[in-house]
């Protein structure tokens, strides 16, 4: 784990959500800053766990899930019997569409991030703006199906929060103009807990 990730905090949260934080052991990597420019050799041990040298990994005795996607997948449901996520049926099929949206604001937030660390020449400006526009095209598609009052923290939800908080502590603000209902229901939702407990900061350095 890192608490740059947000990719790790969806699985944090997840786990904080369904009360199994007991069950886990976290750990700590270290990443140097220009990751997004240069290759890394991770520690041996690392690679051993997870070949595709990738994080979030969930090391468990039989299997080694190497993205948020499964692992959340697994939480839900081996721990939160389909609580987060409905095992099947029209509910999920629209938690999964909510989601793919979410996450599409997630990997571009990644990708504009390593391209911001590339200096003078290599940087594409091009490709920041990019990235930058897909953000706010896919917030803006959110901004119509902001989740109602009440309802359940879900793992769609825990998606959305997770790239308003991203976006939120790495760009700035400017995606709040854009859509301001969203907006404010993140700032309702992210009271709670499990949100305030993995608030984002920058990856200690190896």
Request: charged share 25%; proline share 6%.
């Amino acid at each position: 784990m890192t608490p740059a990730s947000p990719w790790v905090r969806r699985v944090t949260v997840t786990i904080l959500e369904l009360g199994i934080r007991d069950r886990f052991e976290f750990v700590q990597t270290k990443w140097p800053h220009a990751w997004g420019t240069r290759t890394v050799v991770p520690h041996p041990e690392f690679m051993g766990d997870t070949p595709v040298a990738r994080i979030p990994a969930l090391v468990t005795a039989d299997f080694t899930l190497a993205d948020s996607h499964s692992i959340c997948d697994y939480l839900n449901g081996e721990f939160g019997k389909f609580r987060l996520l409905a095992r099947d049926g029209a509910a999920r099929w629209r938690a999964l569409a909510t989601m793919s949206v979410a996450n599409a604001i997630i990997e571009a937030q990644v990708a504009r991030r390593a391209e911001l660390l590339r200096t003078g020449s290599d940087r594409s400006d091009d490709f920041i703006a990019k990235m930058r526009d897909r953000q706010l095209r896919c917030f803006e598609a959110l901004e119509k199906q902001v989740p109602a009052s009440g309802t359940e923290f879900d793992l769609a939800q825990i998606t959305i929060a997770v790239a308003c908080g991203y976006d939120d502590w790495r760009y700035g603000n400017d995606w709040r103009g854009v859509v301001p209902k969203l907006a404010g229901w993140f700032d309702s939702i992210s009271q709670r807990p499990s949100l305030q407990a993995t608030k984002p900061a920058e990856t200690p350095q190896s």
